[in-house]
């Protein structure tokens, strides 16, 4: 299996930061440098599964 590309640190911070309310999905993003939609994926995991 390969290593994913941004740490779990990283990818809590994104959803953190995004359900929050401050951003939505563009600006959360370019916030912390990721793609779009590896943020809507990211939340969308989050809110599935915990």
Do not use: I, N
């Not at 995004?18 to 809110?47: I, N």
Request: hydrophobic share 35%; glycine share 8%; charged share 25%.
């Amino acid at each position: 299996m390969a290593k994913p590309k941004y740490s779990l640190e990283t990818r809590l911070a994104v959803v953190s930061h995004y359900l929050s309310g401050h951003d939505g999905t563009q600006r959360t993003a370019e916030r912390f440098g990721v793609e779009r939609t590896s943020v809507r994926r990211w939340v969308r995991a989050w809110q599935l599964h915990g």
